[in-house]
């Protein structure tokens, strides 16, 4: 072969190599603009649902004779959650994610209310309004929702691209994207989800507000009648509040929380968790018998103190055992007062704990406890007597303890009776005798009336501290899931009244 031949072919050889260089960079260069242009676009459609489904996703919707709010947000396993302020939430596995349906109860019409509470025979008719009411209330979410994601996908690109085209595949990709969102929905719905309901709040402490799991498996469309008899009990109790004697605590009020006998009861601590995080309390106090024998394993009942967040005044009763008072002065947040004072939250609290260990009623030494209380409340007023300025509250565990610091403090709290009960003593000290906070414990089933859950609030002026207002808590015993609230002023105290033969 000549050297101009091979010297062709050469050159042939290379301007082929170059054109699919050149090529592959075209395909290449082709390729990865569509890619950067799809991707880009998934991106903003993306962005563009999720922002339209927690902005539209909203709506107000009446629910019988309250309001209630609906909305959508993003969660991994989906479900239902229904809040029923300040009672607490129950949670639904109704569906699979990413989208979780969220309902509140914002407002009670009174007008409407009066007349549902005045017409018992409402609840007929009310069972069908709920039901269309929370039915026509989320198809209007819905709507609102994905009509807010295409908008916002439309707008967000035209922002950037400047070209219709875009935004309307960038639309297309939000509209498929939220079908894809609806089919897992739709596709993983369980309405047996309402048998197996999880609660928090006081909600926790009454399960029976749907009934039986298997009936409502069974007989799905009762629980449309059992969701207005929740309707129906809320609205009562929201009656009852709007009804209190006015008093608006202020920035200058102290807010103290009152415990006692709460007797290893572990629903007790949901209880005071959940009220003194709805009513922003600034302390805790508890006037004793946290246990019941004051035992080394019952230790592990007591460390749930510090899930509290604020501090937590305690004062040994009968069942607590000196070892009970040390495991509790552990605890971070708490603060073991006997015969001495502290201050807290700007309160100058005094406690004194129950000279007795008494957790059962075999000993002989409880069968006479007046003497040994009576000269025990003698040393604790000897002790507040050497103080420069009375502290605003005192705390003991039995109220016969409590009388003989009569005059000596404005203000003394006990517990022992499992009545509750309150009384201004002849030398102008108020006595307040909590009931149990933990519906007796156990005992709390001997009769045949469960006892209550008691708790109380009191408003102390932050300067003065001087009691303005209490309001007091009775929540249903074991079985029971009945709420009561009732207010009182401390401008008109109540008469004295005897104190109830203490329990043992």
Known sequence: MSKASETNSSNSASVASTIRRLLSAVVSSVFNRRTARWSSLIA????????????????ETPVGPADASLSLAFSPSGGTEVEVPPLGALRLDSHAGPLLLKAQITRLRPAATQSFINDPAAIDTLEKT????????????????????????????????????????????????????????WGTFRPSSVAEPRYTGLLANAPQLVGDAQAVIDRFDEYRGMLAKLVANVSELYATTSTLPVYTPDPDTVRVLHVSDIHLNPLAWDVIRNISEQFQVDVIIDSGDLTDHGSRPEDRFVANINTLKVPYVYVRGNHDSKGTEAAVSKIKNA??????????????IYGAGDPRFTPDKTNEDDALPSSALEAQGLLNAETLRGFGTPPAISVVHDPVQARALDGLTPLVLAGHTHQRATEILPGGTRLFVQGSTGAAGLRGLEHEDPTKINLSILYLNRTTRALQAWDDFTLGGLGEQSVQVERH????????????????
Not at 489 to 504: D, E, V
């Open 44 to 59: 903003v459609a993306v962005a563009g649902t999720l922002a339209g489904l927690l902005l539209g996703g909203r709506v």
């Open 130 to 185: 709920v039901t269309d009411e929370i039915r026509r209330g989320v198809i209007w979410m819905a709507v609102r929702a994905v009509l807010a994601a295409l908008v916002l996908t439309a707008l967000l690109a035209l922002a950037l691209y400047r070209d219709w085209r875009r935004a309307l595949a960038a639309s297309l990709g939000s509209l498929l994207l939220m079908t894809a969102f609806g089919g897992v929905a």
């Open 335 to 348: 603060v073991v007062l006997d015969d001495r004072a502290q201050e807290v939250a700007g309160l100058t």
């Open 489 to 504: 002023l401390a401008t008109a105290p109540a008469a004295p009244q005897p104190t109830t033969t203490p329990s043992r």
